[in-house]
């Protein structure tokens, strides 16, 4: 079919994308002539067929953006081989060339091919070749949008990949964060000394661990927005009563009832709360001080020996002379009686003086075995029968089986002492009550209590300090529980003092028992 021809300088040359192939289907020589003419200015490679068999088969081979086809072709139409293209290449860009404008063949190439431009035969040169620029154009858009649509496809699976990954760390640094978190509680309520975090300035719990829990009387479930009532959890002291600081890490040992508290504070950087700890230093201040008062003993028993052995000569010096006086019948009443008190002075002195060498002297393991308590208070009773007649003394005795590992004779010296004590805080009037028992596995004790005034603390601090004494001057040396103390102490035991229920006081002395020595492998 002829087209007009329209001169060179008149053409538009439009840019079309480089790489771009057409391809011209129509049984007419000369109109495929005429068209390569025409679009060889549009820098496109150009391909041409006779019909849509050989078009399918040159696709097949040839990589084609747009197809140009007339509609009327002969076995094949070209509605239906751009059908067949669109099928099979839906990315190439289909253009419809026609003469025959009737709504038939409109209909048919919308509905079934969907082709991108109709072409008029005859066509003007500048539409055909912008309608071929716009259709190389859509081919390319349609091919970078596939493109970044892939891309977006692979990024979109990366980024999926990558949010499985993050979802499966999320979910390992979760279960991380919780076992840490459990054994952070774990650690936290295992530690045996009271822990809290306060509010600062405050005596509201944020979190406190099981042994906090314990010493406050509530559950753990109950810790949160705990506040102290009359200046206590429970067994614990307040923070505030202990006079705390607000910031800065600090300490105070508090006695509380009857324990004594070490308090540390820990504030937090911010300065909203502190870390409280609470550690019963009860028993190590009881520790320390029996350590110091040992060592204190010990320094005292080796002054006290050497002070005996240069006393004890001219002590004895002392009474030959004045029996020897005494026996002169030429001395007067007044010269005898000035000789009987300087013997008793002598006397009295001489037995300071043993009471000092038996507190400085320890002794031999060979010299111990298997003592019957109750048999050994009996004989301390035994005697001091003269002084428990002289006055209105009830003797009560509660005595369970106690075999101790020991030196009965010193056992008894403790056993003495502690009466004599006892008795001279009752005055002559009163209860004196021994026992025998067996407190723990290994251990037996005795005691002795009195129904007396009691001791008052600050004097039950020092009773067992060599020297001290609330007696009268020249009625006692201070010397007696410092020797019952020793003793005990060298027998592997102890002894304290305990306010009797009531008035009065106590004291207890607990000794290894004879079984638990055997049990160890030493001598019985």
């Not at 300088?9 to 390569?36: F, I, K, M, N, Y």
Request: glycine share 8%; charged share 25%.
């Amino acid at each position: 079919m002829e087209t007009k021809p329209q001169s060179p300088s008149d053409e538009p040359r439009p840019e079309v994308g480089p790489g771009s192939t057409l391809l011209v289907v129509d049984d007419d020589e000369h109109v495929r002539r005429a068209l390569r003419r025409v679009l060889r200015r549009s820098r496109c490679r150009i391909l041409d067929a006779p019909d849509a068999g050989e078009a399918l088969a040159m696709l097949e081979r040839e990589p084609v953006q747009v197809v140009v086809s007339d509609y009327r072709m002969p076995g094949i139409s070209g509605v239906e081989f751009l059908r067949a293209v669109k099928e099979r290449w839906p990315r190439i860009q289909r253009v419809l060339l026609t003469g025959q404008a009737d709504s038939t063949a409109i209909e048919e190439a919308v509905n079934q091919s969907e082709i991108f431009r109709f072409i008029w035969k005859p066509w003007d040169d500048a539409h055909l070749l912008i309608t071929i620029q716009s259709a190389v154009d859509q081919y390319w858009i349609v091919e970078e949008n596939a493109r970044l649509q892939g891309l977006l496809a692979l990024r979109n699976d990366e980024l999926e990949a990558l949010n499985r990954d993050l979802d499966g760390k999320l979910a390992q640094r979760s279960a991380a964060l919780v076992r840490a978190a459990q054994e952070w509680r774990a650690s936290f309520d295992a530690i045996g000394d009271p822990m809290a975090i306060l509010t600062a300035g405050g005596c509201q719990v944020v979190r406190a661990n099981a042994a906090f829990a314990r010493a406050a009387g509530v559950t753990v479930s109950n810790l949160a927005g705990l506040r102290c009532t009359d200046h206590a959890y429970g067994a614990l002291p307040c923070p505030v009563r202990c006079a705390m600081p607000p910031r800065g890490t600090a300490e105070r040992e508090v006695p509380f009832g009857e324990r004594t508290w070490l308090v540390r504070a820990f504030p937090f950087e911010d300065g909203d709360s502190s870390v409280l700890v609470f550690k019963d230093v009860t028993e190590e201040r009881e520790v320390s001080r029996r350590l110091f008062h040992a060592e204190k003993m010990s320094a005292v028993g080796q002054l006290a020996g050497g002070v005996a052995h240069e006393i004890n000569n001219p002590l004895g010096g002392i009474l030959a002379f004045a029996q020897l006086m005494s026996r002169d019948a030429s001395r007067s009443a007044e010269d005898q009686e000035s000789l009987r008190l300087i013997t008793d002075a002598a006397v009295r002195a001489k037995r300071i003086v043993e009471s000092l060498l038996r507190f400085s002297r320890r002794p031999r393991e060979d010299e111990r075995g298997p003592v019957d308590l109750p048999q050994v208070l009996d004989d301390a009773l035994f005697l001091l029968q003269s002084q428990l007649k002289s006055g209105s003394i009830e003797v009560a005795r509660d005595y369970r089986p106690a075999i101790a590992h020991g030196n009965a004779n010193q056992l008894q010296q403790i056993v003495v002492n502690l009466v004599v004590n006892a008795l001279h805080a009752m005055a002559g009037a009163g209860r004196l009550t021994l026992a025998t028992a067996a407190p723990a596995p290994g251990r037996v004790s005795f005691s002795v209590t009195d129904s007396g005034p009691g001791i008052r603390p600050e004097v039950a601090r020092r009773v067992f300090e060599p020297f001290f004494t609330t007696k009268p001057e020249g009625q006692g040396t201070g010397l007696g529980l410092s020797i019952c103390y020793q003793i005990a102490e060298d027998h592997g035991g102890a002894i304290r003092h305990e306010p009797a229920p009531g008035s009065g006081a106590r004291f207890v002395v607990e000794l290894p028992s004879a079984a638990s020595r055997a049990a160890a492998g030493g001598p019985t």
